[in-house]
């Protein structure tokens, strides 16, 4: 990129030179001769097309204060910067671009980067920290990122849970974030002092708990599609939502990490969802050959609209307990719901040991 860049602005006319190197212009009778490069001699909109395929970092150290006319267009572009890591050798580069763009820079990426001020960024649109500091948290807010959209947070201390429950469900909330990705998420106990999200209409957790999913359904009314893996079933929290069902849910992903003892916690789960309309399941060991039929009536009972079902469900290769080949092909027999399931045998055991079985069934076609 930099001899690409020392290329094209090889001969570009500067502002700012000293009095010796000053020559004369030539006047000719036919035209007025002045040094300009090809890159110089480009309309404004396709040199504007050609920044946005540079890094802003390269931007910043190749193209500002050459003159008037590229600081000018520099002031158009609306860009993102993504930091992979903490690199000591670009640190003052890079600080000095974050202020000079800091006004129209819209997305940042950052893996790790404790020194980064997200105070200066106030047209910011989306962001993705993957470890934030507790200061970065912090600065997370609609004073200072009124315009945030899209918002992905990593691992954050436990210490730390009360500033991201306080962001989204605190007094002061985005007006425009819709859509959140968090790796672990926990409601403090005292959720009186939480209002409801208004705004938040897509939400997935990578960590979370059985007691949470309730309680956060109840603090995001508009909320359209939740993807969520829970690592603790057996949690549990008093609430007075017995008779709560959420009315936008129209699309649900729930993940069990850890095997599920019996189907009641997950008919639990989704009699508060009774309007999604397409269901996915990820499980690890949940049920039973007997168990199927009891998941079927679940999801006949518990969803209204419900569009599309995917379902995968992980065995354990144990050849000892896990002889069941026979036994799914008699279930698909016995009950037309799970007719198109396939059932994965498993790569040491084959066709005696089932390692896996996967159903995707339509009810009614998707528009």
């Known amino acids: 990129m930099p001899h690409l860049l020392s290329k094209l602005t090889k001969c570009i006319h500067r502002s700012h030179r000293t009095t010796k190197s000053v020559k004369p212009k030539i006047i000719c009778e036919k035209k007025y001769i002045l040094k300009f490069s090809r890159f110089e001699l480009m309309p404004d909109e396709i040199l504007l097309e050609i920044f946005q395929y540079i890094s802003l970092i390269d931007l910043f150290n190749g193209f500002v204060n050459l003159n008037f006319r590229l600081n000018f267009l520099l002031r158009d572009i609306r860009s993102g910067i993504c930091i992979d ?12 671009t974050l202020y000079y763009f800091s006004n129209q820079i819209t997305y940042i990426h950052v893996d790790r980067y404790p020194l980064l001020n997200l105070d200066i960024f106030p047209n910011l649109r989306s962001l993705i920290i993957y470890l934030p500091t507790t200061k970065q948290l912090l600065s997370i807010n609609s004073k200072t990122m009124p315009y945030l959209s899209r918002l992905w947070l990593g691992i954050i201390a436990q210490k730390d849970q009360i500033i991201l429950c306080n962001t989204l469900f605190g007094s002061e909330q985005f007006s425009k974030l819709y859509f959140c990705n968090l790796f672990e998420f926990n409601l403090n106990d005292n959720i ?22 309730i309680l956060l359904l109840s603090l995001l009314p508009h909320l359209e599609q939740l993807e969520i893996c829970i690592s603790n079933v057996l949690s549990t929290f008093s609430h007075n939502l017995t008779n709560f069902s959420h009315k936008n849910l129209r699309i649900l992903k729930i993940e069990f990490a850890e095997k599920l003892g019996q189907l009641n916690i997950l008919n639990s789960l989704i009699s508060f969802v009774p309007y999604v309309q397409r269901c996915t399941l990820i499980l690890i060991n949940l049920i039973k050959i007997r168990d199927y039929a009891h998941l079927q009536n679940i999801l006949i009972e518990k969803f209204l609209e419900l569009r599309e079902f995917i379902c995968s469900i992980d065995y354990y290769c144990q050849l000892t307990s896990n002889q069941m080949s026979s036994k799914f092909q008699r279930l698909r027999t016995k009950l ?30 998707i528009c």
């Open 85 to 96: 890591q903490n690199d000591d050798k670009i640190n003052q580069s890079l600080f000095s």
């Open 192 to 213: 009186n002092s939480f209002q409801y999200s208004k705004n938040i209409r897509k939400l997935f957790i990578t960590n979370c708990q059985t007691k949470d999913f």
């Open 336 to 365: 037309p719901f799970f007719q198109t399931m396939k059932v994965i045998p498993c790569e040491i055991h084959h066709n005696q040991c089932v390692r896996k079985t996967w159903i995707n069934k339509t009810f009614i076609p």
